[in-house]
């Protein structure tokens, strides 16, 4: 850091001017003479205290290094947040995921659990993390090119005019309401535009252990968009128990593998990795 130069008035001992100078008595001269000497000798010993003071002043100034306030609150690198969303992008849910990208995104997301944030996710300590509107980014089980991923659902593709949209988790963990949201684009005949709706699929939650989740069933709502937003929501009957199929209890179990306050992933209990990230 530059230090700026001692004030003139710290060393001057004449002033100049265009005056010839006026000789004073000898015995002035002298006295004068020998104030002039200690007053270089005092402005000398100023100057060595100033430079040998220099290098202390300027370690003193120099400014902190940058703080990495992300890895600093988490506890992770945020590069491996990074990593794991650049691995999923481009994927369409999942959908569109190859097996060398179902590969590539698992390994980021273990990448990223190992890390941790400060070790394995507690829910009994993090539960108000849950809270919120999630967004869900991938799904590995949306590969098998069907709604439903890891469980049954209806398929992709031509065989049934369905679009998805967006994919929502909705969790209240006060009433402990666990709702997952589908926006759906319905195809219809032509000339007839297609049809928009969201499905909400309501479920209750608990806590298993120090991580784990356990959704049970409790209804489906259907609701219309755009030029049949009019209509009233249309609640799906649900199958009787007893007429099950054993792949479809209504519950479901699936782990928090990590979490922060804008990142979710889970792993299912039929090994389906999701990621979420706060919407």
């Known amino acids: 850091?530059?230090?700026?130069?001692?004030?003139?008035?710290?060393?001057?001992?004449?002033?100049?001017?265009?005056?010839?100078?006026?000789?004073?008595?000898?015995?002035?001269?002298?006295?004068?003479?020998?104030?002039?000497?200690?007053?270089?000798?005092?402005?000398?010993?100023?100057?060595?205290?100033?430079?040998?003071?220099?290098?202390?002043?300027?370690?003193?100034?120099?400014?902190?290094?940058?703080?990495?306030?992300?890895?600093?609150i988490t506890g992770t690198d945020p590069s491996l947040k990074v990593k794991l969303l650049s691995a999923v992008s481009g994927l369409n849910r999942g959908l569109a995921a190859s097996q060398e990208d179902l590969q590539r995104a698992d390994a980021a997301a273990r990448e990223l659990e190992a890390a941790g944030g400060g070790g394995p996710v507690d829910l009994s300590k993090d539960l108000d993390?849950?809270?919120?509107?999630?967004?869900?980014?991938?799904?590995?089980?949306?590969?098998?090119?069907?709604?439903?991923?890891?469980?049954?659902g209806p398929p992709t593709g031509r065989l049934l005019p369905i679009t998805l949209g967006q994919v929502f988790?909705?969790?209240?963990?006060?009433?402990?309401?666990?709702?997952?949201?589908?926006?759906?684009?319905?195809?219809a005949p032509w000339p007839l535009p297609p049809v928009e709706a969201v499905a909400t699929l309501a479920h209750k939650f608990d806590i298993i252990g120090t991580s784990g989740i356990k959704i049970t069933f409790e209804k489906t709502t259907v609701k219309t968009k755009g030029n049949l937003s009019q209509l009233p929501p249309l609640e799906v009957p649900r199958i009787p128990d007893n007429l099950r199929p054993p792949s479809n209890t209504g519950s479901g179990e699936f782990e928090v593998t990590y979490l922060d306050d804008d990142t979710r992933v889970t792993r299912g209990d039929k090994g389906e990795l999701r990621v979420f990230v706060i919407a």
């Open 129 to 152: 993390k849950l809270q919120g509107r999630w967004r869900l980014v991938y799904s590995s089980g949306f590969s098998s090119r069907t709604l439903g991923g890891s469980r049954p």
């Open 169 to 187: 988790q909705r969790i209240d963990v006060v009433s402990r309401d666990f709702d997952n949201i589908v926006e759906l684009e319905l195809g």
């Open 1 to 72: 850091m530059a230090m700026a130069a001692p004030s003139p008035s710290f060393c001057a001992t004449t002033a100049s001017s265009g005056a010839p100078p006026v000789l004073a008595p000898r015995s002035l001269r002298s006295a004068a003479a020998s104030s002039a000497g200690s007053s270089s000798r005092s402005c000398r010993e100023q100057g060595r205290n100033m430079r040998r003071r220099l290098p202390v002043c300027a370690t003193a100034a120099a400014p902190p290094p940058p703080v990495d306030w992300v890895g600093a």
